[in-house]
């Protein structure tokens, strides 16, 4: 959904956060746990784009950053004047909300507007192609 929003001539933003254990906690493995956490960052990102063909439609930007994903995803949106926020939520509930839900926290930050895509959609319109693709 996200490449079909920015075409024709947009961009998007692929933006991964990652945490690492508190420093106190092993601080001579701080650094080298902070460059695993970035490489594996950086990998995954090259196997999204590898993977998912799609993407060659648009123009690609990567941020890949230390901290809450919330938080970076909202920084992010600033920091390249993004005129919207396209999120995935896994839909585990309302447990899980009220402890605490990267797409909820998102959508309470954001000074653009946040599409939320549940996990259940995908997962219908990969069953579904054409069905899903009608559905507004």
Do not use: W
């Not at 992010?76 to 396209?86: N, Q, S």
């Not at 000074?111 to 319109?125: A, F, T």
């Amino acid at each position: 959904m996200a490449i079909d929003r920015a075409k024709p001539d947009g961009r998007l933003i692929l933006v991964h956060t990652y945490l690492v254990p508190a420093d106190y906690i092993g601080a001579s493995y701080y650094n080298p746990m902070l460059e695993d956490a970035s490489q594996y960052a950086a990998t995954l990102l090259d196997e999204l784009e590898r993977d998912c063909e799609r993407l060659a439609e648009v123009e690609v930007e990567r941020d890949i950053t230390l901290g809450a994903a919330a938080v970076a995803i909202t920084r992010a949106a600033v920091a390249f004047e993004a005129d919207e926020i396209v999120i995935g939520s896994r839909g585990v509930g309302r447990v899980r909300a009220l402890l605490g839900s990267v797409a909820h926290d998102v959508i309470h930050r954001a000074e653009c507007p946040v599409i939320v895509i549940p996990e259940r959609m995908v997962e219908l319109q990969a069953k579904t192609p054409a069905a899903a693709a009608g559905a507004v």
